[in-house]
C-alpha cells in the first residue's frame, strides 16, 4: 500500500528518470573531481613555497641531480650568448601578444651551459624582428628550475642555420646537440634583475580557488538536476490524479 501510495504521488515519467540516472553521477563526478584538483593544487603550491624558501645551489649541484625539483634557485655566474637566442612564441601577457626569450648561457665555474628564460617581451608588430639586448660580460644571476609539461601537439621548429629562432616548444637537449655543447637538459627561468624582461611566473595556470568554484558549479547543477525531477514527478502525479 505504501509503494502504491508513492507511486500516485511521484509519477516522473520514464524518459526523465534515465536522463538522472545518467546525468546526476556524471554531475557528482566532476564535481568531486574538480575539490580533488583543488587539494593537488593547494599541496603544490605548498611544497614550491617550500622550494622557494630554500637557499639557492650552483649550476655543478643542479647537474649532479638526477631528477631537480621544479622552482629550485640555482646560483649562476658566467655569461650569455647572444648570437644564440631562442624566440619562444605565442605567449602573452595580460592580452598583448609577445614571446620569451631564451638564451644559451655559460656557467663559469662548472663550465656548463644553461638555458635560461629571460622572461617575456612584446611582439606587437610580427613584420618587424623583436628587439632585445643581452647583458654583456661576466654576470651574476638568480634562475629556477622550470619543468614544462610535455606537450604531444606542438614539436620544435628550429633550423640551426638561422638565429635567432622562432620555436614554439623549448628543448634543451636538442639545442646543446645542435651546437655541440655540454649543457643541462633543463630550463632555467629568470628572476627580476637587470638582465631579465617581465618574469611574472605562474607557479599553475588554475589557483585552487578557480577548481572550487567549478566544484560549486558542477554540485548546483547536480542539484537542479534532482529539484526539477522531483517537481516534476509531484507535477506528473497532480496531471493524472485530476484527470
Aim: charged share 20%; no cysteine; hydrophobic share 45%.
Amino acid at each position: 500500500m505504501q509503494l502504491l501510495s508513492i507511486v500516485r504521488h511521484f509519477r516522473p515519467g520514464l524518459l526523465p528518470t534515465l536522463a538522472v540516472a545518467l546525468l546526476l553521477p556524471l554531475l557528482l563526478t566532476l564535481g568531486f573531481w574538480q575539490l580533488s584538483r583543488a587539494e593537488e593544487k593547494r599541496l603544490l603550491l605548498a611544497e614550491y613555497e617550500a622550494i622557494r624558501q630554500a637557499p639557492p645551489i650552483t649550476a655543478s649541484e643542479l647537474f649532479a641531480q638526477a631528477a631537480p625539483k621544479e622552482g629550485q634557485a640555482v646560483l649562476l655566474r658566467g655569461q650569455f650568448d647572444d648570437k644564440r637566442s631562442l624566440l619562444l612564441d605565442n605567449r602573452t601577457r595580460a592580452g598583448r601578444v609577445g614571446l620569451e626569450l631564451l638564451q644559451p648561457f655559460q656557467d663559469k665555474d662548472s663550465r656548463l651551459w644553461l638555458l635560461v628564460n629571460r622572461g617575456w617581451l612584446p611582439w606587437p608588430d610580427r613584420r618587424k624582428p623583436p628587439v632585445f639586448t643581452t647583458p654583456v660580460g661576466e654576470q651574476q644571476l638568480i634562475a629556477r628550475v622550470y619543468l614544462p609539461k610535455k606537450s604531444w601537439f606542438q614539436r620544435a621548429n628550429t633550423r640551426s642555420d638561422e638565429w635567432p629562432q622562432l620555436i614554439i616548444e623549448v628543448e634543451p637537449q636538442n639545442l646543446w646537440q645542435a651546437l655541440e655543447r655540454d649543457g643541462l637538459p633543463w630550463q632555467l627561468r629568470l628572476q627580476d634583475g637587470a638582465a631579465a624582461y617581465v618574469t611574472d611566473w605562474q607557479v599553475i595556470n588554475m589557483p585552487p580557488a578557480k577548481h572550487t568554484g567549478y566544484a560549486v558549479q558542477w554540485f548546483a547543477l547536480a542539484a537542479t538536476l534532482v529539484g526539477l525531477y522531483l517537481y516534476l514527478g509531484r507535477h506528473n502525479a497532480e496531471k493524472n490524479r485530476t484527470a
